[in-house]
């Protein structure tokens, strides 16, 4: 079975540091990866995706930046964080093919003071 | 524009009860359905896939597809405490990589 692992689960940072939330995915070779953003209650915004390793594709500009280094982990990083940066980050994989499930991690808790 | 538009916002049903939830597209392409149910402070988990028009049933849940009006609905009958979360609709089409959600639907089953 896949299991999907993401870390931290929360932290509370400054304006203008650094941030690193990281994602593994277990039991599946090459997944297609994804990281998504959602504010408290809101809908899911897709940030990134990545069908290979080192290979990333940004969707919206947030001034966040995601890696691929290996091909069951993604990193989503920046240098200086935003007050709008706050909310819930989601990893997620998907299986090639149209009809395939899209599975989430748990998520890691982002708030930015 | 919002391409996923799901109904109500909120939602209040008896325990006991059948909870509706809708959801309409307007992109012609999106040919894949799916419903994920989120509890407070998790990720979304997936539901039901459903793909070709109709009824498919799982359990407590029944979703429908009528991809000629664009509507994919969800029925939660014997609605349970543990069945509060948020609930999204979410839609692909054919050569698309990226799954639009919609805004999310909350409900809530009250003892």
């Known amino acids: 079975a896949q299991t999907i692992h993401q870390w931290p689960v929360a932290e509370i940072k400054a304006v203008g540091s650094p941030l690193s939330l990281g994602c593994t995915i277990k039991g599946k070779s090459s997944p297609n990866l994804y990281w998504y953003w959602q504010a408290t209650g809101g809908t899911l915004q897709q940030l990134f995706y990545?069908?290979?390793?080192?290979?990333v594709e940004s969707v919206v500009q947030l001034n966040l930046s995601a890696s691929r280094p290996k091909d069951d982990q993604f990193i989503l990083s920046t240098e200086k964080l935003l007050l709008s940066h706050s909310g819930f980050y989601l990893c997620?994989?998907?299986?090639?093919?149209?009809?395939?499930?899209?599975?989430f991690g748990e998520g890691s808790r982002l708030i930015v003071v | 524009q919002q391409k996923v538009q799901q109904s109500p916002e909120s939602l209040s049903v008896p325990e006991g009860g059948m909870a509706s939830l809708n959801c309409t597209s307007s992109?012609?392409?999106?040919?894949y359905f799916w419903w994920y149910r989120q509890h407070s402070g998790e990720g979304p988990k997936a539901l039901m896939?459903?793909?070709?028009?109709g009824d498919k049933k799982e359990g407590r849940f029944t979703a429908h597809l009528n991809k000629a009006s664009l509507h994919v609905s969800l029925h939660i009958r014997d609605s349970q405490p543990s069945d509060s979360a948020l609930y999204f609709c979410a839609a692909l089409g054919y050569n698309q990589g990226k799954l639009i959600f919609g805004q999310g639907t909350k409900l809530s089953i009250k003892p």
């Open positions: 990545s069908i290979t390793v080192g290979q």
């Open positions: 997620a994989w998907r299986g090639t093919g149209a009809g395939n499930t899209l599975y």
């Open positions: 992109d012609r392409n999106f040919q």
């Open positions: 896939s459903i793909f070709s028009d």
